[in-house]
């Protein structure tokens, strides 16, 4: 048997050293917990008060969407997030989203409700800034933030392939 002795500021700085990790990993997870290694998750993050800065990234992310072989003409899961600082607004968005969407809530480590609404849609612009509208609005009512849209891809799908290559 192999006996160490740590001195008390040596155990400290391991403690600490454990918790920080401990808190990124935490973080970490509750930030992109939607998404499995399976997945490759494409978010639109954070939105600005400048809708013409929101616009470019809506552009830029649905460009990357399509680099990523994604068919757009195909209908895809899209969620879209707003934040609330309790249950009880997101529970009221919740019902004014309807039956349209399919609504999620969650704590966030950081105390914060997160509500997801995901819908099956089109990607194009000007649908993804139709939606963005109606869910700013709606954090808006509610005392929360909208922050922004997502979707997750498969990875290794099938390229699609042109008509004359065989």
Not at 85 to 103: S, T
């Amino acid at each position: 048997m192999i006996a160490t002795a740590i001195s008390p500021e040596g155990r400290l700085l391991l403690f600490s050293a454990g918790l920080v990790a401990l808190v990124s990993l935490l973080l970490l997870m509750s930030k992109w917990g939607r998404s499995s290694p399976l997945h490759e998750w494409t978010r639109l993050r954070p939105i600005d008060d400048e809708p013409e800065q929101n616009d470019e990234r809506d552009f830029l992310t649905i460009e990357r969407i399509r680099e990523a072989g994604a068919d757009l003409s195909a209908l895809h899961r899209v969620d879209f997030f707003l934040i609330f600082k309790d249950r009880e607004a997101a529970e009221r968005a919740q019902a004014d989203l309807g039956v349209e969407y399919e609504v999620s809530i969650s704590q966030a480590v950081s105390r914060e409700i997160w509500c997801t609404a995901t819908v099956e849609m089109l990607i194009y612009h000007s649908l993804i800034r139709e939606h963005g509208e109606r869910m700013k609005a709606l954090a808006a009512k509610y005392g929360g933030k909208y922050d922004g849209w997502g979707t997750s891809l498969e990875r290794g799908d099938p390229q699609p392939q042109a008509a004359d290559e065989e």
